[in-house]
């Protein structure tokens, strides 16, 4: 399978006509924002930026702006959506990752938080799961006042952020019960009052896949730390040193981003280099971070595929088409604690800083190639450095080899 097919014609143009002019593009002001709303490229030194971005490989779904809220998809296909599939499926992630995908997560609840409303996604989401024989899902959708109605307007861009959020988790857990919360807007105060929905609808697992690019201020961190409950979200697409809330929060499981290659039936990941990495200044270092090089907390805990994935979409795109980005790994590493089924035992993610090196070796994937940038050829931002075990900023610990460190 080649999971970078292109398709045709002029997609890229619609894509950033779409993000930019839809109702969900305004760039609200953060009240509690500790960064100036910048351009994201503008502050990126050419020296760490990541291919996607220097090369044009991908377009963001969202406007990419620092200070506030933006979601994390990147649209690889140039060509425009087609009717037939092109990207890393479910059958890979499950495949690679050694999961029980088959037999556990019922009665486990995922819920997923992004800004605005697709409404279309139960049924893209209906036919992702009927393409791969996943089964029906057990889906609802909610406004962030815990309604089944009154959903906000709708966004392309965070559209395509919903549909593959959805079909993310859809594609690790296929018995969990999905939740969307759709905020009001992208709005700091908006995505608080659905997060904490999420806790009182009673989700164990929280998957967040946008972030606040240059701000670990820009969210109240309570509404990322309720007892019992697991979140994840995005360590962000900009490459090493370019991070922010919520996965810098040390409550929140920051996730990293690697990029999968398959030779005959083998599996194998690097670095991907867009996956944010680093010291997240401003955020206290949780006591169980033991690594040398931060004084602040160290991003990320650890990482999925974040590069070439499925994604089927009618709200803006017409059907199938590839994205990357640590929005795809996000959902992905909640669905897995989906099938752990054990979020009221974890402290966000003090096991994989605490894991025995033995029992690590055989319950995560290590990530030993790749960088996301510049950083002296170190741990923070390259992989098989051993400076600090198996650890790299962008992978983390690595990506699952089963349920067993979730």
């Not at 930019?20 to 500790?34: I, L, Q």
């Not at 291919?51 to 969202?62: E, F, H, I, S, Y």
């Not at 089944?148 to 993310?168: A, C, F, H, K, T």
């Not at 009182?200 to 670990?216: E, K, M, Q």
């Amino acid at each position: 399978m080649n999971p970078f097919v292109r398709i045709s014609a002029p997609f890229v143009a619609a894509i950033a006509i779409a993000a930019c002019s839809s109702s969900g593009a305004s760039v609200p002001v953060a009240s509690g924002a500790a960064a100036s709303q910048l351009p994201l490229r503008s502050i990126v030194p050419q020296s760490r930026m990541p291919q996607w971005m220097a090369r044009g490989l991908a377009t963001p779904a969202c406007p990419q702006v620092t200070g506030v809220p933006t979601c994390l998809a990147l649209i690889e296909s140039k060509g425009g959506a087609s009717r037939t599939v092109s990207g890393w499926a479910p059958s890979d992630f499950q495949t690679r990752y050694h999961l029980p995908s088959s037999t556990k997560g019922t009665g486990q609840i995922v819920a997923i938080v992004d800004a605005y409303d697709n409404p279309n996604v139960a049924s893209d989401v209906a036919e992702y799961r009927s393409e791969f024989g996943l089964g029906t899902a057990n889906f609802t959708k909610y406004n962030q006042n815990g309604q089944q109605s009154n959903y906000p307007r709708g966004s392309v861009g965070w559209g395509v952020e919903i549909d593959l959020d959805v079909q993310m988790v859809s594609a690790i857990c296929p018995k969990c019960t999905i939740y969307l919360i759709e905020a009001n807007s992208s709005n700091n105060s908006d995505l608080e009052a659905a997060e904490a929905q999420a806790v009182t609808l009673g989700a164990h697992i929280v998957s967040n896949s946008w972030i606040c690019y240059d701000s670990v201020a820009c969210v109240d961190d309570s509404y990322f730390d309720v007892p019992g409950v697991i979140y994840t979200a995005g360590s962000g697409d900009a490459g090493y040193n370019q991070n922010g809330a919520p996965e810098a929060l040390a409550s929140v499981i920051s996730v990293g981003g690697t990029v999968l290659a398959k030779s005959g039936s083998t599996y194998s990941e690097t670095v991907w280099d867009g996956a944010g990495a680093g010291c997240a200044d401003g955020v206290t270092k949780p006591a169980w971070q033991t690594d040398p090089d931060c004084t602040s907390r160290t991003d990320s805990d650890v990482s999925a595929v974040a590069w070439g994935v499925a994604e089927y979409d009618t709200y803006g795109y017409g059907g199938w088409f590839t994205v990357g980005g640590t929005s795809v790994a996000t959902p992905i590493t909640a669905a897995v604690y989906g099938l752990a089924g054990n979020a009221a035992e974890r402290n966000a993610g003090r096991k994989f800083w605490h894991e025995k090196s033995g029992h690590r070796a055989k319950q995560l994937n290590a990530i030993t190639s790749g960088n996301d940038g510049t950083c002296g050829s170190e741990y923070l931002c390259q992989a098989g450095t051993g400076q600090f075990g198996s650890y790299s900023g962008p992978a983390g610990w690595g990506t699952p080899l089963g349920i067993k460190s979730y």
